[in-house]
Structure formats: C-alpha cells, structure tokens
C-alpha cells in the first residue's frame, strides 16, 4: 500500500511505466500494451503504480521531462488520473479521465497503419465498458443520473466506425460490436443493435468466416436472443445453435448462457432436451416443463411457470414458455386419444369434449365445454391437431391419417 512506499519507490514505479509504455509502442509489441492499459484486472503492478500516483502527485512534470514519454502525454496523462481515482473506487471520474485517455489512444490507433495493436484496443473498449457500469452504479447510489454507459455506448460507435474500413483491422469490429450488444442489452435499448447488425450483415467490406471464433460466438448469441424477442424462432434457433456448437466446450459458463435462451426455442418447435443436458448446465428450471410437455399437463406447466416467473421475466423467454400451452394441450389430447384407441379402434378419432373436460379436471384444471371448444378449435387451426368439429355433437373428429402433425423443428403456425 501506498503507505509502505517511499517517494523515490513512487519515482521509480512511475518511470518504469513510462518507459515500457514508450518501449511497446515502439517495438509495437500489442500483447505488452493491452496489460498496460488494464484497470479492472487490478493486477499487483497495477495497484502499485496507482498508490505511486497517489503518493507521488506529479507524474505530469516526469511525462513532460522527455520527448520518449510526452509525445504519448495525451494518452498517459488522463489514463494516470484514471488509475488514481479507480484505486480509491471514485469509478465516475476514473471514466471522465479514461474515456479521455481513450480517445487520444483511438487517434493514435488510427494513424498505425498495420494491426498490431487490436489486442489493446480490445483492452480499451472492453475497460470502457466496465468503468461506465461501475461509474453508473456509483453515480445512482449518490442519487445522481447514471449517464456513463449511455456514453461509452457513443465511444464504442466511434471505435466501430475507425474499424469499418479496409485493412486488417476490420476484423475487430465484431468485438466491438459485441461490445455495443452488451452495453444496450443492459440500457433496454436492443433497438439500436439494428443499425450495427445492418453494417456487419450486409457491408461488403466484412467477410463474416474471416472474424475470430469467439467474436462470432458472442455476435451469433446476442443476435439470437434478439431473434428471441423477435419471435422469429428459425432465425433464433440458427444463430443459438451455431453459438452452441462453436463454443468453447470447457466453457461451462457460456454454454448455460446460450442454454438459457436455445432450450426454450427448441422446446417452441418441438425438440425437449434431455434431463441430464438440463442437471449438467444447472438449468433445473426447465425440467418441469419438459416433463409437462411430456405428459401433456397443463397443471404442471402453469406451476412451473408460476415458480420461475422473476427468473423468465429477466432472461425475457416468459412469453415464449408461456406459448407453449397450445403443445400440453395436444399432448393432452393424444393421449386421451391412444387411451380410446385401446378401447375401441373403430372409435378412437372421435374425441367428446366433455372427455377432455374430465381429463382437465382430472389435472385440477376447471374449464366448461365452450373453453375446451375454443381450445380444440385453435388446436386445428394451429395445425397441431388433423381434424374438424361438430359442433352440434360436440365432438372433435380427427383425421384418420397422422391426426398430431410433428412440428418437425417448425414453428407452430400463426
């Protein structure tokens, strides 16, 4: 701690800053500059140099000494007061002076002509990022607007522009994109997602293959989930999987992230995992809807549903679970059906309503015939059920022929 140092150790550790900083720009060494630029791994070194800043108090009077360290001033002025307001948590001005750093960085970036130095501009985007959560959390606990994410959201989109050209560092800006997804995912602001994806998506100057593995694990996850919400399930269901299947297997982690989102889409068009998928990723919450879905029991679902709301509300897949009612009820409906079946062959494609009524009320599940009409009516409609109703006898007469069409990986037709 700052305490345990003297003022020449302050010297010290601040000149052996500036010198390696002069040294990797200039030997263009990208793997020693990203550490240089990191707050929040609070590395020893890091905590180090800023109680050196703390004690010191005039690393601008060093920087100004030599050629070597002021012509990068623009850079490591601001980014030394960042270091010292984060190490004693006042995380709003450690942004104001960070953001400042970056910028100046940014230019300098810009004038590099190869892409040497991509690693440590992903060290800059992604510390933007976290400054501006912290600064905000800081910022609502004092009872003043959190405006700080909403700005590093605006730096981001300034980064994406400096990569969206040709040259080898266009294959950043699917980090920063990435970046940008989470920044407006945790605003409530998905909308402005559109307008990147349309750049990325649909400009020539990007080839999708030639981005890293785990940019495109992140993109394909984020717009999938934006798929989600959408209800555009096929497009989901494409973008979740290619998430999955391209994940690090070892990331435990992110596979139930990606999880969390695809098992509810799968179930949509019809595809239950399995219940060790289910305990293996710690996603326990779906296990009593699969098994509903299974034994076509509306009570369970509905209890399921009711147990996990806050948790499917957050994650925004409630409605999409939700909808899954209309497949309990033609299981339900099946099995009444497999039941008669067994009975009386001859007999089996015609189902009483008040049949199901009883098999409802089995499950304590209250409904009059007109509910049950409506149901078995939507049913046939959705294509879910092969048949037609009369409606005088009150009888849902079934196709003879493939009477519960597979969805087969389908969305349930709307």
């Known amino acids: 701690m700052a305490s345990y140092m003297s003022m020449g150790d302050a010297h010290r550790r601040i000149t052996e800053y500036l010198n390696r900083f002069a040294d990797v720009v200039s030997y263009q060494d990208g793997t020693s500059l990203k550490q240089l630029l990191s707050l929040s791994s609070e590395?020893?070194?890091?905590?180090?140099?800023?109680?050196?800043?703390?004690?010191?108090?005039?690393?601008?009077?060093?920087?100004?000494?030599?050629?070597?360290?002021?012509?990068?001033?623009?850079?490591?002025?601001?980014?030394?007061?960042?270091?010292?307001?984060?190490?004693?948590?006042?995380?709003?001005?450690?942004?104001?002076?960070?953001?400042?750093?970056?910028?100046?960085?940014?230019?300098?970036?810009?004038?590099?002509?190869?892409?040497?130095?991509?690693?440590?501009?992903?060290?800059?985007?992604?510390?933007?990022?976290?400054?501006?959560?912290?600064?905000?959390?800081?910022?609502?606990?004092n009872g003043k607007t959190p405006e700080k994410l909403k700005?590093?959201?605006?730096?981001?989109?300034?980064?994406?522009?400096?990569?969206?050209?040709?040259?080898?560092?266009?294959?950043?800006?699917?980090?920063?994109?990435c970046q940008l997804f989470k920044v407006y995912f945790k605003l409530g602001t998905v909308h402005l997602c559109r307008s990147v994806i349309r750049s990325i998506e649909t400009a020539r100057i990007f080839d999708f293959e030639e981005f890293p593995v785990r940019d495109k694990v992140t993109y394909m996850y984020y717009t999938g989930r934006l798929e989600v919400l959408n209800e555009n399930f096929p497009a989901a269901d494409h973008k979740l999987s290619y998430a999955l299947s391209h994940c690090d297997p070892q990331s435990e982690a992110n596979i139930r992230m990606i999880l969390k989102y695809l098992i509810p889409v799968k179930l949509s068009i019809g595809i239950l995992p399995k219940r060790?998928?289910?305990?293996?990723?710690?996603?326990?919450?779906?296990?009593?809807?699969?098994?509903?879905?299974?034994?076509?029991?509306?009570?369970?679902?509905?209890?399921?549903?009711?147990?996990?709301?806050?948790?499917?509300?957050?994650?925004?897949?409630?409605?999409?679970?939700e909808k899954l009612e209309l497949q309990v009820y033609q299981r339900l409906v099946k099995k009444i059906y497999f039941i008669q079946k067994q009975k009386d062959a001859s007999k089996a494609h015609q189902i009483k309503l008040e049949v199901i009524v009883k098999a409802l009320k089995w499950l304590e599940m209250e409904m009059d015939l007109d509910e049950v009409e409506c149901i078995m009516s939507i049913l046939i409609y959705k294509n879910l059920v092969k048949g037609y109703f009369a409606h005088k006898s009150k009888v849902a007469v079934l196709s003879k022929q493939d009477p519960f069409p597979k969805l087969n990986g389908k969305p349930i037709n709307s």
């Open 151 to 177: 700005a590093a959201g605006s730096f981001l989109m300034k980064v994406f522009g400096v990569l969206a050209g040709k040259g080898p560092k266009r294959v950043g800006a699917l980090y920063v994109t």
């Open 43 to 141: 590395s020893p070194s890091f905590l180090a140099l800023a109680d050196a800043l703390n004690l010191f108090q005039d690393a601008n009077r060093l920087i100004r000494q030599a050629d070597k360290y002021s012509q990068y001033a623009e850079i490591v002025s601001p980014l030394f007061r960042a270091m010292q307001s984060y190490r004693v948590s006042h995380f709003a001005e450690s942004y104001q002076a960070f953001e400042k750093s970056a910028n100046a960085f940014i230019q300098e970036f810009r004038n590099w002509e190869s892409a040497w130095a991509l690693e440590a501009l992903y060290v800059v985007v992604y510390e933007i990022r976290i400054l501006a959560e912290r600064a905000d959390r800081e910022l609502a606990s």
């Open 276 to 321: 060790t998928l289910l305990e293996k990723y710690n996603l326990i919450e779906y296990s009593d809807i699969v098994v509903a879905m299974r034994r076509g029991d509306l009570r369970l679902l509905r209890h399921a549903l009711e147990e996990h709301e806050d948790r499917f509300l957050r994650s925004g897949v409630y409605l999409v679970l």
